[in-house]
């Protein structure tokens, strides 16, 4: 996606497709009045007819209007006037990239109101920008047979020029977006896969190819035998019931400039969870081929570390297997001895997250990590806490937890600070293994991560439960690409520390 400017008269734009708002009182916004005026008044007649009325993020084209150079003006509804906000921007611009996306336009120009800076700084603005075209022309890579319509052309956008620090920062942002987008492409199109296509493999080649594709990143993946060398008992435990073989995957992104040590990014890659020998009911089980959503997310985070190159030193660490119920599964009583050496008693075998991601955090180590994040499909218990619109954070760093919560804040990709103090960690007790891999109903997404929070003693770590975002089910099932918006800004601010 290309970046570029407009400026002088919003008539005189050239560019396929011009981008103007109406609030929901008929009130036009200034360059919509221009429109307006120089149409003939296209579109008070349109709104005084009452085939539009400003409801937010309503659409109307209005083909070659008079007096305007643009031969495509897309009117969008930008709600009450008095509300308009960031948020109400946000659905205006998304529902009018949809709309322009499904058209022959190859440029498009907005012509829309911004939010204050206070509420959208400059390089926020333009990476939303791009942010927003890019899940607008985001076609779900479905395996249906019949002929798929011609893709949308748009690929330049223009935004009305600045003051010159303010354009520097506005397009710099918009190059982030664009990279945003494709890291969320990156996310969803692994995420959607079926469990008989994703398989630990598949992830680990996706992973070499993100090495091939970029100068800064590396990939190693490690196999069986070198799995069982690293006495990753835990993670060994939740594979054994299946046929497919598990991979640890490591990846890294390493710029010249970058001095600090490390951020490790973990991401939970179970191609599918049938909840093992613990077998999960039926009716939504199909969901869980979205249970590498964490693994996806890692990697959708090095697509855009890869595409911006950014001065950081990351490091990628997936493990990868299915839960699968068989002869040589496990059984609820099994007791395994994870990489730390702690003992755990596999109560549940439906509490695989966190078996195999005890195992990788504790691999972090060996990188002298600054942080370690992992980011997992953890636990149904964070869904009936937070719903599907706020990631759990847990971490035993409140500044890592509040920079966290903040980057969703400013992407729009919000993130809630959950509670990780002793008592939870306690309720996982057990009669004969250091503690076990599950503790009750109560507080189910808090004890996981106290689980893992068993193997992050001394390191700053933060765990995000991810299990009610980075999906859908119902009729909009697919990967949403979340938080791969939160993690760039979280990625963009630490490279600019
Ligand atoms: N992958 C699931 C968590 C999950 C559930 C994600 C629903 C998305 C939607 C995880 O492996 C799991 O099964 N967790 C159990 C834990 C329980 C056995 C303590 C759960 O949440 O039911
Ligand atoms: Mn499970
Ligand atoms: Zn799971």
Redesign the pocket.
């Known amino acids: 996606m290309q970046f570029q400017t407009w400026k002088n008269k919003v008539t005189d734009v050239a560019a396929d497709c011009l981008i103007i708002g109406s609030y929901e009182d008929g009130a036009l916004t200034p360059h919509a009045a221009s429109v307006d005026a120089a149409s003939g008044e296209r579109l008070s007649r349109l709104i005084k007819r009452g085939d539009f009325n400003g409801k937010l993020a309503m659409t109307f084209m209005l083909p070659e209007p008079d007096g305007v150079k643009a031969p495509r003006v897309l009117v969008v509804g930008l709600g009450p006037k008095a509300g308009y906000s960031r948020k109400a921007w946000r659905k205006a611009v998304a529902a009018a990239m949809l709309h322009a996306g499904r058209t022959q336009s190859k440029s498009v120009a907005l012509a829309l109101p911004r939010p204050t800076a206070r509420e959208l700084d400059d390089q926020v603005f333009g990476r939303v920008v791009a942010e927003l075209a890019g899940a607008a022309l985001y076609k779900i890579n479905d395996l249906k047979t019949a002929k798929k319509p011609k893709p949308p052309q748009l690929d330049t956008i223009l935004l009305e020029s600045a003051k010159a620090a303010a354009s520097k920062k506005i397009h710099a942002g918009f190059d982030e977006g664009v990279a945003l987008a494709a890291g969320a492409v990156a996310m969803r199109n692994l995420a959607n896969l079926p469990g008989n296509v994703c398989t630990p493999s598949y992830l680990a080649k996706q992973a070499e190819a993100l090495a091939k594709r970029y100068k800064s990143i590396t990939t190693k993946v490690l196999g069986l035998e070198e799995i069982k060398r690293e006495k990753m008992g835990c993670f060994l435990a939740v594979t054994q019931g299946s046929d497919e073989p598990p991979r640890f995957i490591v990846m890294q992104h390493k710029h010249p400039r970058a001095k600090k040590a490390p951020l490790v990014l973990v991401g ?1 890659g ?1 191609t599918f ?1 049938t ?1 093992g020998i ?1 077998l ?1 009911d039926p009716p ?1 089980m199909d ?2 081929k ?2 590498m959503s964490g693994a996806a997310a890692v990697m959708g985070a090095f697509t855009t570390l890869g595409e911006l190159n950014l001065p950081l030193n990351v490091v990628g660490l997936i493990p990868t297997c299915e ?1 699968m119920p068989s002869g040589r599964a496990i059984k609820p009583g099994d007791i395994v001895t994870s990489a730390s050496g702690q003992t755990v008693e596999i109560l ?7 078996l195999i991601l005890c195992d990788a955090l504790h691999y972090a180590r060996r990188f002298e990590p600054a942080a370690v994040i992992d980011l ?8 009936v806490a937070l719903g599907t619109h706020h990631t759990g954070v847990f971490s035993n760093d409140d500044a890592l937890a509040h920079d966290l919560v903040k980057s969703g804040v400013r992407a729009d990709d919000r993130a809630w600070h959950m509670p990780l103090t002793e008592e939870y960690g306690e309720q996982l007790k057990s009669n004969f293994a250091d503690f076990a ?5 109560d507080g ?2 808090i ?2 991560a106290a689980f893992l929070g068993k193997f992050t003693k001394d390191l700053k770590w933060a765990h995000m439960d991810i ?2 975002t ?2 859908a ?1 119902g009729n909009n099932k697919g990967s949403t690409g979340r938080p791969i918006a939160l993690l760039t800004d979280f990625l963009v601010r630490r490279a600019a520390r």
């Open positions: 939970k179970i969870d909840g613990s999960k939504t969901e869980m979205f249970d839960n549940n075998t439906d509490a695989e997250g966190r997992a499909t953890l636990t149904g218990a964070i869904v891999n599950v503790a009750g109903r189910g997404s004890t996981a299990a009610g980075a999906y089910g």
